[in-house]
């Protein structure tokens, strides 16, 4: 099968051969496992962060929508010829490859509505939006009236369907942040009540709209940058939640206001094989019901084409420059 391998420590995406195009043996289904052909991908982070320290060559890759094309001796959830979207498991190869094979239990059927393209762009970001806000900071589903949650880096891929999610199934008022013209009314456009500039100072912002602090931050970026004025604006007993890689996090100066701590990272499930794993598979079903309802809407923001090494460089590049908008999803090898 077609691929395309990462580099051992290949830090500068500028590089010809930080990712290389090769051919790679077809991979074989687990007992719980489906084999997938991969029809689009999307590139997160994530992928950015393991190509620069990984030590030894590897597939990357971690959100698909493909059609299922063998199943394991134990899979009861799907059959072969079924469409479906998922992010995989980052301690197993991942899905830059015309084949993959994943566990059942982290699988989604594709929302019909959309096509492979729209699809791949969801999976990672919705899991871990969902995750941050009904299980980390416990909002339920609609509930929060009354409160605010306050989005720091709104217009990425985490931030773009979090704002979705708690803007149609919540009543908390949202604010994201953007600190663009075309990012800010990307945030607004997603259902933000109120867009701030996360470049400039957070509170006298906040003051101006008439909200002097906010019960619930959900940090999707630079939190190490912003992490005071995040305290500054938290309420007493708020709730701090991140996904971001600070250096390093004090968490003494949370203890005054009583603020909790949340981090959120939606590998974890199938890294330890929790014995609710199969939660992701029944939370990607509820996204793509509300997809195909139009509650939620897709969140791509560049199609860079065809999967292959170079497509995949430029898509790291703009991942690294910070100026993303949504997701960047290819499409067909």
């Known amino acids: 099968m077609k691929a395309i391998l990462t580099q051992p420590q290949s830090p500068l995406i500028s590089a010809p051969d930080a990712l290389i195009d090769t051919t790679l043996p077809d991979p074989i289904p687990g007992e719980h496992d489906l084999l997938v052909e991969v029809k689009a991908i999307s590139v997160n982070p994530v992928d950015?962060?393991?190509?620069?320290?990984?030590?030894?060559?590897?597939?990357?890759?971690?959100?698909?929508?493909?059609?299922?094309?063998?199943v394991g001796a134990a899979v009861t959830l799907f059959a072969p010829g079924d469409e479906v979207f998922y992010a995989g498991s980052i301690?197993?190869?991942?899905?830059?490859?015309?084949?993959?094979?994943?566990?059942?239990?982290?699988?989604?059927?594709?929302?019909?509505?959309l096509g492979h393209a729209d699809a791949a762009a969801i999976p990672l970001?919705?899991?871990?939006?969902?995750?941050?806000?009904?299980?980390?900071?416990a909002v339920a589903e609609g509930g929060g009236q009354g409160q605010h949650l306050l989005?720091?880096?709104?217009?990425?891929?985490v931030g773009s369907?979090?704002?979705?999610?708690?803007?149609?199934?919540?009543q908390l008022t949202v604010i994201g942040t953007a600190s663009r013209p075309e990012t800010a009314q990307w945030v607004g456009e997603l259902g933000a009540h109120h867009v701030i500039d996360h470049s400039q100072p957070l509170k006298p912002q906040l003051d101006k709209l008439g909200i002097p602090e906010v019960g619930i931050v959900i940090s999707l970026t630079h939190t190490d940058q912003h992490y005071a004025q995040i305290i500054d604006?938290?309420?007493?007993?708020?709730?701090?939640a991140l996904i971001d890689d600070p250096a390093s996090l004090d968490a003494m100066p949370l203890k005054l206001k009583s603020i909790s701590l949340h981090w959120e990272l939606m590998f974890t499930r199938s890294m330890f094989q929790t014995p609710d794993m199969i939660r992701q598979h029944e939370l990607l079903q509820r996204v793509s019901q509300l997809l195909d309802q139009g509650v939620l809407r897709p969140t791509t923001g560049e199609h860079y084409g065809r999967i292959d090494a170079?497509?995949?460089r430029r898509a790291h590049g703009l991942l690294e420059s910070g100026r993303a908008k949504g997701k960047i999803v290819l499409e067909g090898f």
């Open 48 to 70: 950015t962060k393991i190509r620069a320290s990984a030590k030894e060559a590897r597939v990357l890759g971690w959100d698909v929508s493909g059609v299922v094309r063998a």
């Open 91 to 113: 301690t197993r190869p991942g899905a830059n490859s015309e084949l993959h094979v994943v566990d059942e239990r982290i699988v989604g059927r594709k929302p019909a509505s």
């Open 125 to 137: 970001t919705a899991i871990t939006a969902w995750e941050l806000l009904f299980d980390r900071v």
């Open 151 to 157: 989005i720091i880096g709104a217009a990425g891929g």
């Open 161 to 170: 369907m979090l704002t979705q999610l708690a803007r149609k199934l919540t």
């Open 233 to 240: 604006v938290l309420a007493p007993q708020g709730q701090l």
């Open 310 to 312: 170079a497509n995949l």
